[in-house]
């Protein structure tokens, strides 16, 4: 087999594990949080529902620090504290990951999130 074909194999495969992936491998986990999404947080502050699941993260974490609004088990974090980074939730989401279907059952129910959060962005899991 001639080297450049090699080259191109191991390039190949190389670029398939790694687009499995959505955080680069340099990025540092600057927080995590898990907090259960509940129904308070499926509402905006003028009772509205909410359709995007960026939305509905980003009321938990008003909820949880400006209104002390908490589920059991809620976890507290220092980045969302900040108005400004709440704020960025879509665009730090957009910017991360999040599973359709993870994004679906937060929409549609009261679940569970693991919230990793990276300098400039976020990766939701749900569990």
Do not use: C
Request: net charge neutral; hydrophobic share 40%.
């Amino acid at each position: 087999m001639p080297n450049s074909f090699r080259l191109f194999i191991a390039a190949a495969v190389l670029l398939i594990v790694s687009s499995g992936t959505t955080t680069p491998a340099k990025a540092q986990i600057i927080e995590s949080y898990r907090a259960f999404l509940g129904s308070a947080d499926h509402l905006n502050s003028h009772g509205e529902r909410l359709t995007e699941p960026w939305q509905i993260i980003r009321q938990d974490r008003a909820n949880y620090h400006r209104f002390k609004v908490r589920d059991p088990g809620d976890q507290s974090d220092a980045f969302f504290d900040s108005i400004a980074n709440r704020a960025r939730m879509e665009q730090l989401i957009q910017s991360g990951h999040i599973d359709g279907s993870a994004g679906r059952r937060i929409v549609n129910g009261n679940v569970w999130i693991q919230v990793d959060i990276y300098e400039n962005m976020v990766n939701v899991t749900v569990e």
